[in-house]
């Protein structure tokens, strides 16, 4: 795993920019600790960070393609492409030669054979730019699902892009700039494709193939989640999920240095954690997360109905795992050097789930001391309706995102202490509709569904193309932080394709969340886990953490030169900010507080303007 980064211009020699593309690639050391590498050409720099984890010794980045002893193509490239081993005897055939092997060097050849017809056949999480050297074309390429992240400016001529919006912030070329409409993705939890914190910069869509050169820039979607007809029936269906979960963690399972997975007793983590070690040679690590006192004094809510750890230890045995418990306390993900550097991972405010941005990067970091590879569940709830409101009738009816309907929207409410003429500046209710109908409009149906079985589709299809890149950015952005790659077996597109046309009658075979899931996985896994309820990633019930949040709102609230202040309704933080904490702390009662302080950090340090 890896970090780009570069910068194409048709009005500007780019030779004597070493300094800038230096800095952009300098910024995304983390993301890439182990080597790095720089190429200039007139009209063309390219940066990358290297995370080493296949080849090892070999791999170094940009990568050129050679033609009668000259570089035709240059590449930089983050991901991991899982059938990397096939299409290079699909090249060889073809009489392609390695020198390494990695999967960049096949990524690079591929290319070179196939052009953008390249795209479709790769299986993995990957943002690769590749510089036609003699027709001085750039192509920039994003995996299907999203997982991996990248950024772009179009700009006068030019193009800016990188892994992260630091990088391009270090482009003097890039305004710091933001705006209603990324507000309102950053306030309201819309994540919208394409859309990113910055006024001018965007961010390359999943399955999205971005063309540059002296005639401007294009774009084209190789890939869409797309409808097709279910034709088997439920028990070929229940085999056809196993087998293909089950091919997608042994391909997940490639690399040259220890592999690790996150566990939390859950089902999505359990059946990684099981197929992992199986088909392992060595023993799997797993770590899994909690805090102290939860532990001890641990109170099941309306998301939480128990905490993780004698699942985890019980998963662990069963599977034989080496497994280790990462316990945090409050103080710990308080720390203004951990908030600090969870805000320089995300570029932008990382407001909801406010400690769990905290508390994943600190587990990252122990993760890190093992190893450099982690699996992750991520996308499981998403495609086999794992969250409340897949079972909300009220929230399949509502005309927005389900996530944001009464009774599952206090989760996300960001808004609350700001004043009402910045909110109303904002016209937040109008930009959640655009972005809702644009996001149905994708949506294509198959003749004769029902309107129940439109709805399902309608939710399933939000769930995948936007509250999962909420998800996968931060996984992303928090497991970078630490120099960890994390890779995600339920985003496996021939997966996502298959069980997104599952109708909803055959994935909702139980009373009981993900029933065909379970009816999958049944043979794997000890029936108490199997059956256990969906438990959310564990967030602090510590009263003192929101004591902490509130002693952050009252310094804020008493300088008036911070840069939030002037957004803010000054008698509501007040009297919120006085507000005695109970000794049970729950995250839909501390959204708006680490909103304002998370927003104000984010102004303050990236000195960032707010243009309404």
Known sequence: MCGIAGWSAFDNDLRAQSAIIDAMADS???????????????????????????????????MFFYEAGKPVLAMV????????????????????????????????????????????????????????????????????????????????????????????????????????????EILDMVKTPGKTSYKDMKELRPGEILKFSRHGARSSQYWNLC?????????????????????????HLVSDVPISSLLSGGLDSSIIAVQGSRHLPGQLLTFSMDFTRNLSAFRADAVRSSPDELYARELAAFAGTAHESVLLNTEEIAAASVRDRVLEAVDSPPAYWGDMWPSMYLLFRRIKEKSSVALSGEGADELFGGYRWFHNPAAIASETFPWLTPGSSRYFGGSGLFNEE?????????????????????????????????????????????????????NDRMSMAAGVEVRVPFCDHRLVEYVYNIPWSMKNTRTQEKGLLRDATRQWLPADINERVKTPYPSTQDGAYEVLLRNELRRIIEDRNSPIHPYLNTERVIKNSQRKASELSLPYNRGSMEMVISMNDWLRRYRVSIAI
């Not at 439920?234 to 091919?247: G, I, M, N, P, S």
């Not at 909110?423 to 129940?452: F, K, Q």
């Not at 995948?464 to 998800?471: G, H, P, S, Y």
């Open 28 to 62: 995304l050391s983390s993301r890439g600790p182990d080597e790095r590498g720089i190429w200039l050409d007139k009209h063309i720099a390219l940066g990358h960070r290297r995370l080493s984890i296949l080849d090892l010794a070999h791999g170094q980045q940009p």
């Open 77 to 184: 490239f983050c991901g991991e492409i899982y059938n990397f081993q096939s299409l290079r005897g699909m090249l060889e055939k073809e009489s392609y030669s390695f020198r390494t092997r990695s999967d960049s060097e096949v990524l690079l050849s591929l290319y070179h054979r196939y052009r953008d017809e390249m795209f479709p056949l790769l299986q993995g999480m990957f943002a690769v730019a590749i510089w036609d050297i003699p027709q001085n074309e750039l192509t920039l390429g994003r995996d299907r699902l999203g997982i991996k992240p990248l950024n772009y400016v179009l700009k006068d001529q030019q193009i800016i892009f990188g892994s992260e919006p630091k990088a391009l912030l270090c482009n003097p070329h890039c305004e710091r700039i933001t705006g209603p409409d990324e507000l309102c």
């Open 227 to 251: 409808t097709a007809p279910h034709t088997d029936n439920q028990k070929l269906t229940c085999d056809k999920v196993t087998a293909l979960l089950e091919e997608s963690i042994r391909s």
């Open 422 to 474: 910045f909110i109303n500046s904002l016209r937040m209710e109008e930009y959640r509709r655009a972005r809702y109908e644009e996001a149905v409009r994708e949506v294509t149906y198959l003749p004769g569904e029902s309107d129940d079985e439109k709805a399902m589709r309608r939710i399933s299809y939000l769930n995948i193309t936007r509250f999962l890149q909420t998800l996968l950015d931060r």
